[in-house]
């Protein structure tokens, strides 16, 4: 698979995960708005029972029970809000590790397959070096049969003779003394058919 269609199926998968994220941070607005507004009540009816529990006897025994109930019921919807807004936190939580898994794994798996290509690739072109190798090698053999007879031929003097030279010294002195010794350098030739 080619990067393109990795970075295409992913933009496909992303496409709706924003208005999703957005519905879900919306509904979570109005749970805590709607558990703001339980705390509230349950503030006020508590100081409500309270001021009356305090001013002796203004609050009947049914009464009281009834004002606890009321009390407990508005706790209850408070938790029951803050429940839902904490299952569509980790919802929305799952929604985007979701994404981040997928582009990991696809991550992943591209690089495999460019580690993959790049081997294959970099044995393509050792095998094609060690190719021209020995292609070289069987050249420069027969280059070095070549040089070889080449070599023979200017030994042979390209005629079939043999050039020799020689360095030859010849010490002549100049009095009987021995001193001023000088010396000769000469270039034989000897030709061998």
Do not use: C, W
Not at 95 to 116: H, M, S, T, W
């Amino acid at each position: 698979m080619s990067s393109a269609v990795y970075l295409e199926n992913y933009l496909d998968g992303l496409e709706s995960l924003p208005t999703e994220l957005e519905r879900n941070f919306k509904l979570m607005r109005k749970l805590d708005d709607r558990a703001q507004t339980a705390m509230k009540s349950i503030d006020s009816h508590a100081k409500d029972f309270m001021r009356k529990l305090a001013e002796s006897g203004a609050l009947s025994e049914e009464e009281r029970k009834e004002r606890l109930e009321d009390i407990k019921a508005l706790f209850g919807k408070a938790k029951e809000y803050s429940d839902d807004k904490v299952q569509l936190a980790i919802q929305t939580y799952e929604l985007v590790d979701k994404q981040i898994r997928r582009l990991d794994n696809d991550l992943a798996r591209f690089e495999g397959e460019i580690q993959e290509k790049a081997s294959s690739t970099r044995a393509k072109s050792e095998e094609a070096v060690a190719k021209k190798g020995r292609k070289k090698a069987k050249d420069s053999k027969v280059t070095g049969k070549k040089k070889k007879s080449a070599s023979s031929d200017e030994e042979t003097g390209r005629g079939g003779s043999t050039q020799i030279n020689a360095n030859v010294s010849l010490n002549s002195s100049s009095n009987a003394g021995g001193q001023g010794t000088k010396k000769k350098k000469s270039k034989f030739s000897f030709g061998y058919t």
